[in-house]
């Protein structure tokens, strides 16, 4: 079997990088359990500019998926300690909107749907033809940063890739990464209150106290306003409303 994957994913000479100098290197989680698959994958769409992180197992996924930002996820569904769709279920459920493609060797219709109805974006059976690989993961890229470019604030407007606030009142702040981060998680999903266990978990992941989530809410409000976040006494944080 790994021979005849090596013969599908050799990488062609002279391919041309998936994005432009001057672009973000998207970050991608690859999360499956056949060591060889992983390993050439890693290689190969490192090899596109993407910053790859692989897990080999679901729980290993899980805790990666919910404290590092990642751009899209491979995602195969037979995996140790918890199954793909579990695992895809499970992200959704938490609020993890990153796009996933699942890539897996169960590839009957039914299969197809069930991983749709999952969450996924995408669904690609193994063998897989690489080109068509790499192509369905540059069309989500694309929609993804689309449909993430900016987020609507009650101050303003959040551009994300900038991590720049344009405010209704005319000013612009720039946040730095982990003041983006921590408004990122309250913008996406505004009616959510998010403990600070939850902060912690996503935005703070190597942080040892939960004071720190105060701090960096003592910063986004010194910036953005002190209604820019609510407090929710005895439960956490919620994006401000206006």
Known sequence: MAHALQRELATPIGRLPLTEPTEPAPRLLLVEDDRDLAEMLTEILRSEGYLVEAASDGQQGLHLALSRPYELMVLDRGLPAIEGLDLLTRLRSRGVVTPVLVLSALGLPRDRVDGLNAGAEDYLSKPFDLDELLARLRALLRRHREEAESLT??????????????????????????????????????????????????????????????????????????????????????????
């Open 153 to 242: 604030l009650p101050c303003g407007r959040f551009v994300i890739d900038s991590r720049t606030v344009l405010l209704t009142d005319g000013r612009t702040q720039v946040l730095s990464d982990r003041e983006s981060s921590l408004l990122e998680v309250f913008a996406r999903r505004p009616q959510q209150v998010f403990s600070r266990q939850e902060l912690m978990s996503r935005v703070f992941p190597d942080a040892e106290e939960e004071g720190v989530v105060d701090t960096y809410v003592h910063y986004l409000r010194r910036k953005l306003g002190k209604a820019s976040v609510r407090t929710i006494r005895g439960l956490g944080y919620q994006l401000g409303r206006s």
